[in-house]
């Protein structure tokens, strides 16, 4: 068993896991592993779920990686291992321009992909902000797109306005808002319906591959089920793609 854990802007997203196989899942907020004593609190909540033979972490917060690791080594005696951007032993090439500047979520992401659903195809990553990741037709990292994500639309309005109320997000069947909050619901929801619709066709466009699939995770991705513009919503695949980084390294 490994304990596989995607520290996030927001949340941290950790599977207990056999293989690519999530067994077990726990969540906690990010700021949470700011300090050591939340750090530490959040290794023997995991630790309580189940051990592991080995641990590995794919981090888009430095602040917290160095809170994190002392956590994890002195509650599960073992080093994790870190998905450093940038290192020859990812399993997958990344080819942009500046390499270590890519997220350790978007690689694994797209070693996962690559894994299940072969070579090109598009991971699109609901979080905190909205991802679209490539892997090109020879199985590298191609690069991808950055957008603003759902929650940090749903803040943004509310912050910058005096009326517009924070709401909760839902998937919506009327584009007609009755009332201020179903406004707000559906133009996030159909707005991010046809972003993604026109990303993914330009990317297609430049891979110069019409029928590329397009698989979604994050934690807004079931949102999506049933909208026609994925082959395959996948909430764990950021853990199965740190699964088999590590199955990687460890061989």
């Not at 957008?147 to 005096?162: E, N, R, Y």
């Not at 430049?206 to 909430?235: D, H, M, N, Q, Y």
């Amino acid at each position: 068993m490994i304990w596989a854990m995607d520290v996030g802007n927001s949340r941290v997203v950790s599977g207990w896991m056999e293989g690519l196989k999530v067994l077990r899942r726990h969540a906690a907020e990010t700021r949470g592993l700011r300090q050591a004593p939340g750090a530490l609190k959040w290794a023997k909540a995991l630790k309580r779920l189940g051990g592991a033979r080995a641990l590995v972490v794919s981090s888009v917060v430095p602040p917290v990686d160095g809170f994190l690791e002392s956590a994890l080594r002195k509650v599960f005696g073992v080093k994790p291992l870190f998905v450093a951007p940038g290192r020859p032993d990812l399993g997958i090439a990344v080819r942009i321009q500046k390499p270590k500047e890519v997220g350790a979520d978007r690689v694994v992401n797209s070693l996962a992909a690559r894994h299940l659903y072969g070579a090109p195809v598009i991971v699109v990553d609901y979080g905190t902000g909205t991802t679209f990741d490539v892997v090109d037709p020879r199985g590298a990292y191609a690069g991808g797109v950055i957008v603003p994500g759902i929650g940090m639309s749903l803040k943004a309005m509310h912050d910058q306005t005096a009326k517009l109320p924070l709401v909760k997000f839902a998937k919506v069947r009327r584009t007609i808002g009755r009332n201020t909050a179903d406004a707000i619901r559906s133009g996030i929801y159909f707005g991010t319906m046809g972003e993604t619709r026109e990303i993914l066709a330009r990317l297609r466009a430049e891979l110069r591959a019409p029928r590329c699939p397009a698989v979604a995770t994050g934690g807004w991705c079931r949102v999506f089920e049933g909208s026609g513009l994925f082959k395959k919503i996948e909430p764990d695949l950021t853990l199965m793609g740190m699964a088999l980084f590590l199955e990687k390294n460890r061989a």
